[in-house]
């Protein structure tokens, strides 16, 4: 009979489990129950343990606070539309940097994002995960109180036969939207 012997790694990464538990204990809940744990590889339930601590753990702030020195946007009044795209593309990059992806923006010209961005974003208060593959997807287009825009932009084929085949009016026609951009990505 042949003893087991476990490589390094496999060692670490249990002992990385245990600590994970451990940490996790004050903040365990039935929602962990709904996870089938043990059917993963150590280290892939590792990575899920570690992204629950870092949620349970990260503070909740105005996105604005998540910058140092926090992010102050010039009004969007005061600024003409030559400066502003600048601007514009300075805060996108900006946001990006600190891992928020803005989705569904081409429907918006660069002043109505811009002011989507000052009035309700960066005001907003967001968990500030601190983990790199952790992203914050925002959606700058309500589909739910804005069908029609979505409708019209967005929805595949089969969404819109979907709720064509739900709804109680006419679908909008599906059209390119008018301000394509080429947004930084990161998959959801």
Known sequence: MKAFHPESDE?????????????????VDESLDLVRLRHMPTAAENDFLASMLAWERAPVLPIAQWFDPELCL?????????????VLWDTINQLYGQHIVLDFTDHL??????????????PSSEKKIDQPK???????????HNPEDWLRYYASEQERSQWASEADWPLPPSEPAPFLRKMPRRAL
């Open 11 to 27: 060692v670490d990464q249990l002992l990385l489990n245990a600590q994970l538990r451990n940490d996790l204990e004050p903040f």
């Open 74 to 86: 010039a009004a969007p009044d005061g600024l003409q539309d030559s400066e502003l795209h600048k």
């Open 109 to 122: 010209s660069d002043r109505a994002l811009y002011c989507l961005i000052y009035r309700d974003i960066l």
């Open 134 to 144: 952790h992203y914050l997807h925002w959606d700058c287009l309500d589909a739910v």
